[in-house]
Each structure stands twice: as structure tokens, then as C-alpha cells.
Nanobody, 121 residues
Framework: QVQLVESGGGLVQAGGSLRLSCAASGSIFSINVMGWYRQAPGKQRELVAT???????NYAAAVKGRFTISRDNAKRTVYLQMNSLKPEDTAVYYC???????????????WGQGTQVTVSS
């Protein structure tokens, strides 16, 4: 019905940068909020950043000033530019979307497969 595909993770040294992408596809009429979350080993999944269809953004305190979330509504894609990466940013990063289906129903997507980000010290 709706699919999310994350990409862009990898291994980077501390201080480096990565850009994540997440593309939504399927029976989507419109997407309200898109967001990035992460889960480090042994920890709970946590919010990283969200962005509304109008471009309003929200960031976790731990990433504010280093990460930038953006979206391309035409491509139904959300991005996460991660700069000044730290070893504590190591995690599997997931995206999520709050959207309206073509049927008119509200839908919150299931988690995708995630993309691994590893920051070495």
C-alpha cells in the first residue's frame, strides 16, 4: 500500500557528513509530516527530526545545529543532512510518514528497513 525506502547510510569518521534519503511510494494522496528516527544498540528508538508539508521543522536537542531535515514534496522524499557527526550518532536511522491515502483515510507508515549510520572516533 505504502512503502518507505531509506538510503544513504554508511561508515564515516567523526566530524564527517552523510546525507540520508527516504522515498515514499504507493497509494498516497498527500503527506503531512515526515520524520527521521534512530535506534542505537540497546536503546529505544528516538526522534531525530520532523518536517511538515509546509516546511516547519523540529529537531532533537542532540542534533540541533548539526542536522538539517528537508523534503521534496513532488518526489515524496525526505532528506537528512548530517554534519559534524559524532560517535554517539551511530544508529540505525528510520523514516516515517503521516499521510492521507488515495482512499481518504489517514495513515501512519510502518517502519522501513532503516539505514545504518556508523561514526568512528
Amino acid at each position: 500500500q505504502v512503502q518507505l525506502v531509506e538510503s544513504g547510510g554508511g561508515l564515516v569518521q567523526a566530524g564527517g557528513s552523510l546525507r540520508l534519503s527516504c522515498a515514499a511510494s504507493g497509494s498516497i494522496f498527500s503527506i503531512n509530516v515526515m520524520g527521521w528516527y534512530r535506534q542505537a544498540p540497546g536503546k529505544q528508538r528516538e526522534l531525530v527530526a520532523t518536517i511538515t508539508s509546509g516546511g516547519y521543522t523540529n529537531y532533537a536537542a542532540a542534533v540541533k545545529g548539526r542536522f538539517t531535515i528537508s523534503r521534496d514534496n513532488a518526489k515524496r522524499t525526505v532528506y537528512l543532512q548530517m554534519n559534524s557527526l559524532k560517535p554517539e550518532d551511530t544508529a540505525v536511522y528510520y523514516c516515517n510518514a503521516d499521510l492521507l491515502l488515495n482512499t481518504g483515510r489517514h495513515h501512519v507508515t510502518d517502519w522501513g528497513q532503516g539505514t545504518q549510520v556508523t561514526v568512528s572516533s
